[in-house]
């Protein structure tokens, strides 16, 4: 047998390690030197300087991996629950699955349970949150628990501390994993934070590397909406409403954390990014009793579509190049086809166009009302 597969079997299930002894808190002892100029790093643990990697690099099983898959939703997720947290630290774990040549592919971010402990240079996650959460997760939708996060807030230092990777490596080598993926965020007294991706591997100790971000093109996690909704009760969410992201290290130049749309298309205005926040928040508190599912996507000329899974009924609404100026267009279908629906009797699979007769009352000013109220007459 190979030394590969033995490693394999060795490694535990979610169920079976120890939460207690996962590397799930940060103690930066940073403190006494950091407080008091600002500059210098722990004295207590050798300063380790990452490998700094472009993403180009081919991956590979046996290294650790040169770039980090993630949705924009969890980015935003994280960035929410550091503004939550300025000055203390914070934290949470993240959930996704590892590509075959090991690539971490973030799904799912939680961030502090009720009762974590955050403290200036350090951060106990609650054990029971962590527990309760992490085992649904795993055990429902079969994400794998692939790494944390944690917040150095204000202090000056946008990787690792000597701790950090210190706990890492021992807890890598104590429970066989073969790798791990930690997140280091930053904040500003502007109000903005980032977060800095570090993979870990077992063969490589403190060898990790500072891996750029490979924002998917999806922007929002198939999982978000439907954990958060099954969860819902458990989960304890950010109180901070919008993510702010400062500069980060991206991968792919393409896929960028703000997409650029056309000069005059609506969501070129930030005002209306939040309109559209607080429309895809809206849209599955219409009918509570249907599981609803919004995946907003980009065409070719970044124009937006919603693609709302409610039920079995499939909605597709587009905001095409002139809103709020005219109406979106929106069009119904089933996947079930024994299904029936209002303005359904066109042929199986066809699309129907749902939204003639119906009045667009856009005064110019609040496109959240016009569009909810345009929406709305279709239920
Ligand atoms: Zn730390």
Not at 359 to 373: H, N, S, V
Request: charge should be positive.
């Amino acid at each position: 047998m190979s030394k590969k597969f033995r490693k394999q079997r060795k490694s535990k299930s979610f169920e079976q390690i120890k939460h207690r002894d996962l590397p799930r808190y940060s103690q930066e002892r940073v403190p006494q030197s950091l407080k008091a100029d600002g500059r210098r790093h722990e004295q207590a643990l050798p300063v380790i300087t990452p490998r700094e990697e472009s993403g180009d690099g081919l991956p590979h099983e046996s290294k650790p991996a040169p770039v980090v898959m993630v949705f924009q939703s969890e980015l935003d997720y994280i960035s929410r629950c550091i503004l939550d947290c300025p000055l203390i630290e914070t934290g949470g774990e993240l959930f996704g699955h590892w590509t075959a040549t090991g690539i971490p592919v973030v799904e799912y971010a939680i961030g502090p349970g009720p009762r974590a402990n955050h403290q200036s240079t350090f951060f106990n996650q609650d054990v029971d949150y962590l527990s309760r959460v992490g085992k649904m997760i795993v055990e429902r939708y079969g994400l794998q628990h692939i790494g944390e996060w944690h917040s150095h807030h204000q202090l000056g230092l946008a990787r690792p501390s000597g701790h950090d990777a210190a706990t890492m490596v021992n807890n890598i080598a104590r429970h066989h994993l073969r790798r791990f993926l930690l997140c280091i965020g930053n904040c500003d007294r502007r109000g903005t934070s980032t977060l800095n991706a570090f993979t870990f591997h077992e063969d490589h100790h403190y060898s990790y590397v500072h891996a750029p971000w490979h924002v998917l093109p999806e922007l929002l996690s198939p999982y978000r909406q439907r954990i958060d909704a099954d969860l819902a009760g458990v989960l304890r969410h950010p109180r901070t409403n919008q993510a702010r992201h400062g500069t980060m290290r991206l991968a792919n130049q393409a896929a960028r954390v703000k997409p650029e749309y056309d000069a005059a298309y609506w969501l070129n205005d930030k005002n209306n990014s939040q309109v559209l926040k607080r429309i895809i928040d809206q849209l599955p508190l219409l009918d509570l009793a249907t599981t609803c599912q919004v995946q907003p996507k980009l065409d070719s000329r970044n124009h937006l579509h919603l693609l709302v899974q409610r039920g079995a009924q499939r909605e597709h609404i587009y905001f095409p190049a002139a809103f709020p100026h005219v109406p979106p267009e929106i069009r119904f279908e089933t996947t079930d086809p024994a299904e029936h629906y209002p303005g359904a009797n066109a042929p199986d699979n066809a699309q129907s166009p749902a939204t003639a007769g119906i009045l667009w009352t856009y005064d110019g000013k609040d496109i959240y009302r016009a569009f909810m109220d345009y929406y709305k007459q279709l239920f």
